[in-house]
């Protein structure tokens, strides 16, 4: 039995859900599939609710909108009979249901988090129902009642004792296909619906594949898999054919959106591998994500990535050279507060010790630490907390940079050289990771550098021999697509 995920773009459109239809069709055994809502529904849902909370009613067009894509996808992918009036009433039910919720809203002027996160859940519940009846054979089963969350610093959290249990009961036996929607979940306790976090459909498919042993996780998307770098930045990336689960998930967290970080972790433990596959280039080899790679020889840097929404807090000042506690104290009072750090950079002198966090967190970043430090911040012993913005991060990856030396050197030196400043860096001590801060503006330049000197170019200088009076020279270049 094997797990497959399609996104939101894998079900987006008429040709698309009928690819995902011939796909699943194929497999030589059970599989459980997972569906994301469909293309862009998602974002329309959040967005109609805010124009219902703000007393916009054109929110009405908008659901019109949601409603006529759901519809016509139905008219589209199911033969006309029994069967499509059958699913359009069942359908019909459910937007009935949100345009209630959305008038309610609309009424009392206010949008709960409670709220948001059901009327969210439509988008998974909608097309999910749409490709159980589109699939032959296939049986629907909600999440709700086995994806269970509880809350922990403000956020839904898997409680994943619980989830794994409830997931070995629902899928006592698997059926041929068995469709689920994913994203989407239920508290605990309340039983009220909860959601995994944008992202979150690849993060139920792994849950599932590991409650249940699966052969394997594919992840079935609009790319071929993870790329050398962003391909929207950088037209010469290319498709890596195999990380391991350490360079996948260091990729992950830097702003490679191909998998959703968390997916890793739960599929790693048993060692089921993770494939990422192209919804509209089925026959592609795609990138296999395993515990080891089966060329250890492959180049020392796996991947770049990038994020370009970062503000860098530093906490400076000579009143905190060899006080103990002074980093638990950052991090237990952002952690309190929900705000997750992604990159941390220290100067061994311990007078300052800088954080990366997204823009979103910035502000409340620098309140909570000035609240926590106001004394020392009185005294004059460390410095007001502000934050430096507009800014991005970027990170080479790869396992065969453990011991390698003169990694670090060379991609220093091809910053240095084309004049690209670096604002703070951080290696841990694992080695897979080298990240560091840039302005924002230097962004795709500095992708592009880095890109070109661990991947595409090689270069070697002849010098040029003396013969005669005259100089004869030859400069050679060679430009190579290389495999990893």
């Not at 008219?75 to 345009?99: D, F, S």
């Not at 503000?311 to 060899?322: C, D, P």
Request: hydrophobic share 40%; glycine share 8%; proline share 3%.
């Amino acid at each position: 039995m094997k797990v497959m995920k399609f996104g939101g773009t894998s079900v987006g459109s008429v040709n698309s859900i009928l690819s995902v239809k011939r796909i699943v069709e194929s497999a030589g055994e059970p599989v459980i599939v997972v569906v994301s809502a469909l293309g862009g529904i998602t974002d329309k849902l959040i967005n109609t609710s805010k124009m219902a909370a703000a007393g916009d009613s054109a929110y009405e067009g908008e659901f019109r909108e949601i409603v006529y894509r759901h519809v016509e996808m139905i008219k589209e992918v199911i033969p006309a009979g029994a069967g499509q009036v059958a699913l359009q009433r069942q359908i019909g039910e459910l937007l009935n249901e949100l345009k209630d919720i959305f008038q309610g809203i609309y009424l009392i002027r206010d949008l709960s988090p409670k709220t948001s996160d059901t009327i969210v859940s439509y988008g998974e519940r909608l097309s999910s129902i749409i490709v159980a009846e589109l699939i032959d054979e296939a049986k629907w089963f909600d999440s709700r009642t086995f994806i269970k969350t509880e809350k922990k610093h403000n956020k839904h959290t898997i409680d994943a004792d619980l989830t794994n249990q409830l997931v070995k009961e629902a899928f006592h036996s698997i059926p041929k296909v068995s469709l689920v929607p994913g994203f989407i979940s239920s508290d605990k306790v309340s039983g009220d619906v909860t959601n995994l976090g944008r992202g979150g459909s690849d993060y139920t498919a792994a849950i599932i594949a590991a409650a249940l042993d699966a052969s394997s996780l594919e992840i079935w998307t609009d790319v071929d898999g993870f790329m050398t770098a962003d391909p929207r930045v950088i037209s010469t990336a290319y498709t890596i054919s195999e990380l391991s689960y350490v360079e996948a998930t260091e990729l992950c967290n830097f702003g490679a959106k191909v998998v959703y970080p968390p997916t890793i972790y739960p599929v790693c433990h048993k060692n089921i591998p993770i494939i990422i596959k192209n919804t509209f280039n089925p026959d592609g080899v795609g990138t296999v994500i395993k515990q080891e790679t089966s060329n250890p020889q492959s180049k020392a840097i796996k991947g770049i990535s990038s994020i370009n929404d970062t503000s860098l807090i530093t906490v400076q000042g000579l009143g905190m050279v060899g006080v103990i506690g002074v980093n638990y104290r950052i991090f237990k009072a952002l952690a309190k507060n929900g705000i997750s750090v992604f990159l941390v950079s220290q100067a061994s002198s311990e007078n300052s010790t800088s954080i990366g966090v997204r823009n979103a967190d910035a502000d409340l970043a620098c309140e909570v630490l000035n609240e926590e430090f106001a004394k020392e911040i009185e005294m004059g012993e460390i410095s007001p907390i502000l934050a430096e913005r507009n800014l991005a991060t970027v990170a080479i990856v790869g396992e065969n940079m453990k011991h390698t030396p003169g990694i670090a050197g060379k991609l220093f030196g091809t910053l240095g050289r084309n004049g690209i400043n670096v604002i703070a860096c951080a290696q841990g001590a694992s080695e897979t990771n080298i990240s560091f801060v840039v302005d924002s503006k230097s962004l795709r330049k500095s992708l592009n550098v880095i890109h070109d000197s661990f991947f595409l170019s090689e270069y070697q200088v002849l010098h040029p021999p003396l013969t005669g009076n005259r100089f004869q020279f030859a400069i050679v270049l060679v430009s190579r697509r290389c495999s990893d």
